[in-house]
């Protein structure tokens, strides 16, 4: 839509949590009648007093039939694509948008915009240090948004056309994406996730992921691992390539790309590998990855970060002193602490069994899990070999942790906890000298906590109390 276009029109918002309150205040800096409406009480006054400020209209405790009459809609990613409030609006002809493709229609700047189950956010924040460190050099701005933290919508207009934006993407976020163009855009996996909001239909949410290159011309480019099942099957499908128009960019740690794709990403003999512009270069080796991003599954993020880089020429000693230099993801295999011979570890960020999966890859064996939250439709049958090798005793925590008792029952020792204290004392218990305790949920954190931060700022505080 032509920003122009807004000016006059009349916008419900729906969800009033950061990217709604983000939405709702550029929607009304570009001259649009906005309603927001949030299903739920504030905890506090601080939103409602925020948008009295702003003259920016707003219901909280339910939906009324206010929004019903606006010209269109923009939802939060909060809020799922199967509610009832969204099925109401699209009945009624209300035609909806995501916080992201509302937001890029202001945008100025390139757009790499990065996806996948799990992974995205280490890969974007990777990216974000490589781009950081050229824009210091080369005097433009590199702004990190999206899923991060940072909504799209709070930034968009100090953007300018040399400036980039590494847009962290979620599936919610693509559900209602239909002009979203970046210029860059990277597919790190897709694996079952958020069933519950679709249907438990894993093809739906596979769909909503390929939404990032849907609007992508022959001038883009596409980023995907071809190791992952689904997107070397997806790839390699003739009648999907007859409609995928960015140049495809593959990259693998299994098979080495050259000869099919002029441009690609492998590990050859330990190094990584970029192909650009028809030119094989060797970036780094494997070995001098940061050790703060430990594991294969960070290999795969190294290389995806430094394709996309490449991609809009960035120079490899860039991307390489960054990569080496880089700090870790908060909340992501972070080390928290060592106590009597124990390491303990904050994953609080695996919130599918996916990186779950990953966690457990990285470590030696002789691990306590905390695992557990508001299950997302879990099938834990990929995990379990890898726990049944490596975990000696499962801490389980949250909704799920009946089913957790359930799937793990003769796997490994399970022990059920009430709260996060309980857990972490239970865990200290079972761990000796040399194992590792480790937070690595595999499941959502609403049914506890606010949101994986708070979960993992809860569990670092009480393992530092120890």
């Known amino acids: 839509m032509n920003t122009n276009e807004i000016k006059g029109r009349r916008v419900a918002v729906i969800g009033g949590k950061r ?40 219901e909280f405790g339910g939906h009324s039939e206010n ?42 700047a390139k757009i790499i915009a990065i996806t996948g189950t799990d992974g995205k956010t280490t890969t974007t924040a990777i990216t974000s240090r490589i781009f950081t460190t050229d824009a210091a050099e080369q005097g433009y701005k590199a702004y990190t948004l999206g899923n991060i933290g940072t909504p799209f919508s709070d930034y968009v207009e100090e953007l300018t056309e040399k400036d980039v934006a590494i847009v962290e993407t979620s599936s919610f976020q693509l559900d209602y994406a239909f002009t979203y163009k970046p210029c860059v855009a990277v597919i790190t996996n897709i694996t079952p996730d958020h069933l519950d909001r679709y249907d438990n239909d894993f093809k739906k949410y596979a769909a909503a992921k390929y939404r990032i290159y849907q609007s992508q011309d022959e001038t883009d480019t596409l980023i995907y691992n071809d190791d992952d099942e689904e ?43 970029l192909k650009h512009n ?31 880089s490449r991609a809009l020429e960035i120079r490899k000693e860039v991307i390489r002193d960054s990569i080496k230099n880089f700090e870790g993801v908060e909340h992501r295999l972070e080390f928290v602490r060592e106590l009597g011979g124990t390491e303990f570890i904050n994953d609080s960020k695996a919130t599918t069994v996916n990186a779950l999966w990953y966690a457990l890859d990285t470590l030696q064996s002789g691990v306590v899990l905390i695992a557990g939250g508001k299950d997302k439709g879990n099938d834990y049958s990929k995990v379990k070999p890898l726990v049944r090798k490596k975990v000696k005793a499962i801490i389980a925590i949250g909704e799920s942790k009946k089913k957790l008792v359930a799937e793990f029952a003769g796997v490994t020792k399970v022990i059920e906890a009430a709260t996060m204290d309980e857990a972490v004392r239970l865990a200290r218990r079972e761990a000796k000298d040399g194992d590792t305790v480790l937070l690595s949920p595999a499941c959502a954190s609403f049914d506890m906590f606010s949101n994986f931060e708070e979960r993992g700022e809860v569990y670092k505080r009480l393992v530092s109390s120890l």
């Open 19 to 58: 990217s709604g309150l983000a939405a709702s205040k550029l929607l009304k800096r570009a001259g649009a009648k906005v309603m927001m409406s949030e299903r739920e009480q504030p905890k506090d006054d601080a939103m409602q007093r925020e948008l009295e400020r702003l003259h920016i209209n707003f």
């Open 67 to 108: 929004i019903f009459a606006s010209d269109f809609a923009v939802i939060s990613p909060g809020v799922p694509s199967n509610a009832v409030i969204v099925k109401q609006l699209a009945n009624a002809g209300v035609p909806i948008y995501s916080e992201v493709e509302m937001a890029s229609w202001f945008c100025k």
């Open 231 to 273: 997107l070397h099957r997806h790839f390699s499908d003739a009648d999907v390539l007859k409609n995928v128009k960015p140049q495809l960019v593959p990259l693998s740690l299994q098979k080495n790309l050259d000869e099919k794709f002029p441009a690609c990403g492998y590990l050859e003999e330990g190094w990584l590998v």
């Open 278 to 308: 028809q030119n094989k270069e060797r970036l780094m080796r494997q070995d001098e990855i940061s050790t703060r991003i430990r594991g294969t599954h960070n290999v795969y993020n190294s290389l995806a970060a430094a394709l996309a």
